[in-house]
């Protein structure tokens, strides 16, 4: 069943996706299917198995959202670094390719926006799948600084990144 989510995302891509942005020029491709293969990856680590756990979405108590920040931290519970590091690390890339995916002026503002509403989805959703995953605002945090990490490495990788993409697109 787990290999028939991963086929029907790719039949998604080529079905939805690759002609229209390859229209768009092979710099558009490049940057689009990076973030759609980055987002695939997001959601296989964070939700999956979400097709196989539908049926049993209601079969389960949905414990609220932990909103004490860093409770974990302050109570010394589970391998709280390893999680930080891996939240901050997985939103890394979202921060670095939105701008490059919405091609306009993109602030810190809009990417840490961004990154909070894909985490918050995220979380929101974590709960539903089985009684095992848990919702953290914690994870909210971590994710969102990851994001700003993301966007301040492509701010100093900007000229590099335009003249590989311009390259890419023949300019």
Known sequence: ???LVDFVVLIIYFW???????????????????MYIYLSFVLFFTLMP???SLPFIFNHPY???N????????????????????NVIMTIPFGFL??????????LLKVAFYTFLLSLGIELLQPLINGVRSAD?????????GGSIG?????????????????????
């Open 1 to 3: 069943m787990k290999v």
């Open 63 to 65: 414990d609220s959202m």
């Open 98 to 107: 939105m701008p490059l995916v919405k091609k306009e002026n993109v602030k």
């Open 16 to 34: 939805k996706f690759y002609k229209k942005w390859e229209e768009k020029g092979r710099d558009v491709l490049l940057v689009n299917t990076l």
């Open 151 to 171: 966007y301040f490495m492509y701010l100093i990788f900007k000229p590099l990144t335009t003249k590989i993409l311009n390259y890419i697109s023949g300019r």
């Open 50 to 52: 979400i097709i196989t």
């Open 137 to 145: 605002i914690t994870d909210l945090i971590t994710n969102v600084i």
């Open 67 to 86: 909103l004490v920040p860093f409770i974990d931290v302050l109570n010394g519970r589970g391998d709280f670094v390893r999680q930080v590091g891996l």
